[in-house]
């Protein structure tokens, strides 16, 4: 089992920066690659950005490549999502997971199996 803990959440000025984390606890941090997404009123849970196991390989959605960035940190078992340049777009909840297959759908929330309980994220223009 693995919990997961988000933080860093707030209301920011649009074209502001925050940094999301999101503590592990349970099992060893280093056997799961972890994810970020995010959900707004309305809409369907999607895909953010996740990194591989070792921190080697990331992965993002277009919406987000080249303001956001995902790092880890292995010996502290948490997960960052540093946001620049926001936009009022990016007003969601936004959530950490872990992926413990290798197999399983990076991109998709069903390829997840442990979930925070969010944080809000409120871009305002």
């Known amino acids: 089992q693995v919990q997961l803990v988000e933080s860093g959440g707030g209301l920011v000025q649009a074209g502001g920066p925050l940094r999301l984390s999101c503590a592990a606890s349970?099992?060893?941090?280093?056997?799961?690659?972890m994810g970020w997404f995010r959900q707004s009123p309305g809409r369907e849970r999607e895909f953010v950005a996740a990194?591989?196991?070792?921190?080697?390989?990331?992965y993002y959605a277009d919406s987000v490549k080249g303001r956001f960035t995902i790092s880890r940190d292995n010996a502290k078992s948490t997960v960052y999502l540093q946001m620049n340049i926001l936009k009022p777009e990016d007003t969601a909840v936004y959530y950490c997971a872990a992926k413990v297959s290798l197999s399983s759908r990076t991109y998709f929330v069903d390829g997840y199996d442990y979930w925070g309980q969010g944080t809000q994220v409120t871009v305002s223009s």
């Open positions: 349970g099992r060893t941090f280093s056997s799961y690659a």
């Open positions: 990194i591989s196991r070792s921190g080697t390989n990331t």
